[in-house]
């Protein structure tokens, strides 16, 4: 998913200058009326558009706010942005980020710090702590957690009962799952296709192993890869396993989220990891006629799958961070606007509206997101007992090499594929191998 040059903020620097005039988008001329903020945002279903709007409506005319969408890829939406934060492009305002761009973009002094203390307890104010983890950079909060994100274990009840388990059990393990599927002649669902599905899968499994893929991520390019580990062992165990076994999807090496969910869907289907949004798709996809209902009447879920027996799970963590950029020429106008959007009563409306989890707990308890989410309360403690993945500003670099090395899944192995990993990564941050 990485071009194959590794990403400095030099080279943006370079790249920007030839292809972006400076201020480019600039709000400066603009004189009359309030001022207008621009905020770049990832797709969505319009529910980003319409927090833009309400929150200009109740700022009493102190500002408007322009969305702007970013491509679909995660890395294209990096790319269009760093071209213009590296230009100093102060129409940058607003973005939405995702969790593992912040720590790069703050440490390039892309993201204007949020200092005062009484700001940054409206912000972070009962927001869950696993996206606390990904707002922070050097002791200063960069962005606010507008939403958040998490995969459960989802099963069908039927495959689950047949297999004799109980996958909400606090001790289910992977390799328990793996032989309940191959016992009933099903299918398990993963994301294995060589993009960041596939690092989420792999870093999930080694944190929840008590592990981490890098050590010391602050120090940038001095970090130390740490996947050669009893963690990155375990978690090499369970890939290749899954990977060789019979319940292994023939698409495993090309799967991602949806193609898991169609597989759990389909009448060979078993058992998912993946994200909240697979509930509402199933509905959907019933209400058309495109599903039975008896398919949505045998889902259960479950807390993501434990590594080891003892050791609780350290399920995925995604979502979107709202980040103010430095250059913005209306920064009082900004952090109103994201004290605004990332209000408690707008994580419950986009979380209805949208389908993606919110960032402060209480939204939780929401009785409109308890009718969307029946699973809600096991959404919260997932998210908040989530594990991110490395915060660092060459975080590229480090998925790129977890990438490259553990794919195909058929090739898994330990200890060989966490040592090979480790290697890549070693070389890649110490700029002695490019990517």
Known sequence: MRSSRKRTRRRWVLIAAALLPLGLGACASENAGPPKLTWYINPDNGGQKTLAAKCAGQSNGAYTIDVQVLPNDADAQREQLVRRLAAADSSVDLMSLDPPFVAEFANAGYLKPITDAADVKQLTDGVLAGPMKTASWK??????????????????????????????????????????????????????????????????????????????????????????????????????????????????????????RSLFQGSGGGFMVNWPYVYGAAKEAQSKGALDQSVIDDIGWARYPRVMADKASAPPLGGIDLAIGNYTAHPTEALAAVKCITSLENNIQYMVESGNPAARGAAFDAPEVLKVFPMAPLIRDSINDAGPRPITPYYGDVSTSVQRTWHPATAVQSPTTPQSTDELMGEVLSGGRLL
Not at 164 to 193: C, H, L, N, Y
């Open 139 to 260: 002791n200063q909060l960069v962005a606010t957690p507008f939403w958040a994100n998490t995969q459960l274990l989802w099963y069908r009840k039927s495959v689950a009962k047949a297999a004799g388990i109980d996958p909400t059990a606090s001790d289910f393990t992977w390799m328990k799952m793996i032989d309940a599927a191959e016992k009933q002649g099903t299918k398990i669902g993963v994301q294995g296709r060589r993009y960041e599905g596939y690092m989420v899968w792999i870093n999930a499994l080694i944190a929840s192993g008590g592990g981490q893929i890098i050590t010391n991520a602050d120090q940038g390019a001095k970090a130390t890869p740490t996947v050669a580990s009893p963690a990155g062992d375990a978690a090499a165990d369970v890939v290749g396993r899954l990977a060789r076994s019979s319940a292994s999807p023939a698409d495993l090496s090309t799967a991602g989220e949806e193609e898991a």
